[in-house]
């Protein structure tokens, strides 16, 4: 597998507070990659580069084999990265077709005028809901009327209609039912198989465990550890998350 991200010697700061200090993080291609580590360890704030939000004092990022520099999450949406975050950012108003298309809307020109395609919708987002083997009740039911797997589930169809090459996902099963969180853990291993890349942020480390190929720590803004999944153990992670970082 090649590699889809390279995230070279990043730091940030915020005043006199070190978010992070030289950190290297790449994801290949079609895989999934946990980033784990405590609150305020530099997870968020390594993603918001990668997304654009902020822009690094230091390091380089390359994407797809070209150096890049996002400066909003416009211009990383556009090379193919989507962020589902923890509070999903559904409209809880409209139907999973209405909110996989939202400011994304197919449109056809009819007497002069620009009209919703609604067929043209319906028929992309079922097409990318079964293809993921998504299970929803309906596509017409506001996403209200959904349970919170399904919700997530939604969230994470719309961020991959557009061709997404890479996928994070900020605590997906974080308030979900054991039931509902394995599905949702089931559908990222399908983002996988269909060849899309994953950064599986989540304090649930069983979660992590189960699901990623690797897993980086991140310990008070440096990078702690970057294990391969088959080659260590929860006690291992944890240790990681705990000690004296970098």
Known sequence: MDQLVEMRQITKTFGPVVALRGVDFAVRAGEVAGLVGDNGAGKSTLMKILTGVYQPDGGEIWFDDRRVHFTSPLDSRQAGIEMVYQDLGLAENLTPIANIFLGREITRRRAGLRLLDEAQMARVARERIEGLQIRLPSLSLPVERLS????????????????????????????????EAAKVLGLIKRLREHGVAVILISHRLQDVLDVADRIVVLNRGAKAGDLRREETTMEGVVSLIVGGGG
């Open 148 to 179: 919170g797997g399904q919700r997530q589930s939604v969230a994470i169809a719309r961020a991959t209609a557009f061709q997404a090459k890479l996928v994070i996902m900020d605590e997906p099963a974080a308030s979900l039912a054991v039931s």
